[in-house]
């Protein structure tokens, strides 16, 4: 995979269409989310085209996420995005989804600031409390004087329970920083109004 192939999408994540232009007619029909920390509902054709994008390796896809991401963004308010790690950097589609969303913001991404020291693949399995107990201790900070004092733009794909968000935001303020705001894809609905 080349860096060409994530900022010169083909296809629309959504419908699947050959991409004539950046942005989709379909993007009007899409499950828009009131939520500040997500652009969509993680239901339909979302789910679906997420999916695609983490499990069949879509990472064109980044550029259109990035930018239903960062409307009404300014860039202004944060020094750099940190997308949230996996386990030894296994996966890279949250990594990919940063640098997208870091570009479309003309900031810079910054990976091996923010690590994955545990491996909590089951995580699925469990109920919330369950979950932030299994997170516990999970992300560390390496080399935290570049983030102190920073305000950093943390970057996910889907917002769950928030607990993976919420043990990277503990770490990362013991560690220093100023500000951080999370953004994520889609929300799952069950948080409507929570
Ligand atoms: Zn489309």
Redesign the pocket.
Known sequence: MSLLDIFFPRD?P??E?RLQSDV????GELPYSDDIYAPLYYVGVVAEAIKRYKFVGKFSYAKTFARLMCEGFDRDDFDFVIAVPSYRNKTEHALILGEAVAKELNLSCKSGVLVKVKNTEKQHNLNANERATNLEAAFAVRHSNRVIGKRILLVDDVMTTGATLAECKKVLLRAGVAEIRFLTIATTENLCGN
Do not use: K
């Open positions: 629309c959504f419908c269409n989709c007619l379909c993007e």
